[in-house]
């Protein structure tokens, strides 16, 4: 069997692919991606050699080159797309490749999969879709309401790939997963940028009063999560995938602070809010727990053992970090 993965160089496809690999014997993977800024064939090094995997520098945006590479799936294939711009400051700096990527690009892929006849798209979407809620959680039959452009670019793909289904029959399935985190994450995000900031000592950036709640999912288990609603979720629906530990950024900040021994007075830095900020996000996972999921590392495991890898990995992330490192100071002092 033939699974495609578009965005498969970026930090949950890589980590995916490597699971996929891993538990599958019989499944030919291919990695279809553009590698932008944020997509890495150092992710899967370990990997690249298996004659199960290949790799196809391409577009989602592309016709031609999404037609190629899907063609090769045959009527058996499978996709999962996690081709994405994905990270909200950018989209608030600017929008469009946003919108080309995560909108437009879902309906070439989408074209593709009507005319090969692929067996199932499975779309990789996001707890933010929902917008922000102060108390309970959302489920999927919740409404969208959007607040960063990159949340409204995901809701975007996310209702064009409901329109396939519904007008074309597309074998569509959808899941919404809450804050990942993990090895090989771009260090633009909290956990990454904060671990790698402290180890080159460095003050962390905290927007606002540092009291945004997110709900923390660790990448392999939202790789598991994929992987049975790929084999085993209805046609049409959507899966929320949360971690359920729901903690507030500055918590977050002071177990990294403690774990690398550091004073939280001396290395935080307060910031001014992020526009839009969304307080807090948690989805109801009852509907995949019925299928029979459950996450399987402690939030408190994951995020010893994620610091541990940024910390034996720096080769990783120190070239990285040096590009991120121009966007986020230009970001920050745009907002001072
Ligand atoms: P990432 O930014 O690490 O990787 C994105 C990957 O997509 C990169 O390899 C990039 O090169 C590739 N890509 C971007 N534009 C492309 C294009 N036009 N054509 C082909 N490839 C392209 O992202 P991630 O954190 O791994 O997120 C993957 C998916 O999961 C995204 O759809 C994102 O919205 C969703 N998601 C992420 C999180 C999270 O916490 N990281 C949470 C929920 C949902
Ligand atoms: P992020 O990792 O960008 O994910 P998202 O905004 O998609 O949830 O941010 C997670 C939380 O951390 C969010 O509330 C914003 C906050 N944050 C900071 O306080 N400082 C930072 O430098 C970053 C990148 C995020």
């Known amino acids: 069997m033939r699974l495609l993965v578009a965005g498969g160089a970026g930090f949950i496809g890589s980590n995916f ?8 014997s019989e499944v030919e993977v291919i990695n279809f991606d553009k590698l932008t800024y944020a997509g890495n064939l150092e992710n899967l090094t370990d990997i690249e050699h298996d004659p199960r ?3 196809i ?7 031609k080159a999404v037609e190629k590479a899907v063609s090769r799936l045959g009527a058996k294939g499978l996709i999962v797309n996690f081709a994405a711009e994905t990270h909200v400051d950018r989209s ?11 909108v437009f690009g879902t309906m070439v892929l989408l074209e593709a999969v009507r005319k090969h006849k692929i067996a199932r798209y499975l779309h990789i979407s996001t707890d933010e879709v929902y917008g922000s809620v102060e108390r309970g959680s959302f489920n999927e039959r919740s409404g969208l309401e959007p607040n960063s452009p990159y949340a409204a670019s995901k809701a975007g793909g996310d209702l064009i790939v409901r329109s396939y289904c519904k007008t074309y029959g597309v074998p569509a399935v959808i899941t919404r997963s809450s804050n990942n985190y993990g090895p090989y994450q771009y260090p633009e995000k909290l956990i990454p940028l904060f671990i790698t900031n402290l180890l080159e000592k460095k003050k962390v950036p905290l927007y606002g009063d540092g009291k945004n709640v997110r709900d923390w999912l660790y990448v392999e288990d939202n790789c598991s999560a994929i992987d049975l609603v790929l084999r085993e979720g209805e046609i049409g ?8 530990n729901e903690r507030q950024n500055l918590e977050i900040t002071r177990i990294i602070l403690e774990t690398l021994d ?8 307060p910031v001014k809010d992020r526009p839009g900020h969304d307080r807090r996000y948690s989805v109801d996972c009852g509907k995949i727990k019925k299928l029979g999921w459950r996450p399987a590392k402690s939030f408190e495991d994951g995020l010893k053992e994620t610091i541990s890898w940024y910390r034996e990995n720096r080769s990783w992330w120190k070239n990285t970090k040096k590009k991120q490192s121009e966007f986020k100071m230009s970001w920050l002092e745009a907002r001072h």
């Open 17 to 24: 692919i490597r699971y996929i690999l891993s538990n599958y």
């Open 53 to 55: 995997y290949s790799f």
């Open 57 to 63: 520098k391409g577009d989602i945006c592309d016709p």
């Open 92 to 102: 608030i700096v600017s929008a469009g490749s946003f919108i080309q990527t995560d």
């Open 237 to 244: 629906e959507v899966y929320n995938i949360g971690g359920g």
């Open 262 to 269: 550091l004073d939280p007075k001396k290395w935080i830095e």
